[in-house]
């Protein structure tokens, strides 16, 4: 079993940047690390959080998500505004090359996503699927 999830995680990951390569990963979405496409997810679906807002979201420390939202801003990916009602508060949004860092990995997601469905039966999709929700419950990934 051990050997059959690394061999499927080492697919899917392969996969995954070859789809990006083959899409001329202008994205620059091969070039981040983990944690940084999750501080990009996570501003992506809160809108324009503040720091704090995203700290908790991530359940990191605000000086940890500071300092990775500002890693982030020196690449691009990120813009922080200062609100202009308190000077202690913090903006965070998607740049132009954050948005498409979003749209890339999300296309690239669906793609493997229907060649695992172009792979299965529609009855081993089903299952697949419940598989998967199954675990990500398991491991608290619902967030």
Do not use: W
Not at 75 to 89: E, H, I
């Amino acid at each position: 079993m051990d050997q059959l999830l690394l061999a499927f995680i080492n697919t899917l990951d392969s996969a995954l940047k070859k789809m990006l390569k083959e899409s001329g990963d202008g994205s620059g979405l091969s070039k981040l690390t983990i944690p940084q496409l999750n501080y990009i997810e996570a501003i992506h679906a809160l809108g324009e959080p503040t720091i704090s807002k995203l700290a908790g979201q991530l359940m990191f420390s605000k000086a940890s998500v500071t300092a990775g939202v500002q890693k982030l801003a020196e690449l691009g990916y990120v813009c922080k505004t200062q609100s202009t009602a308190d000077r202690r508060v913090t903006y965070v949004s998607l740049t132009d090359a954050g948005l498409q860092l979003v749209a890339a990995k999300t296309l690239a997601l669906h793609e493997y996503s229907r060649f695992i469905q172009d792979a299965l039966s529609e009855e081993e999709a089903r299952q697949f699927e419940a598989i998967l929700e199954k675990l990500v419950r398991r491991f608290g990934g619902d967030r």
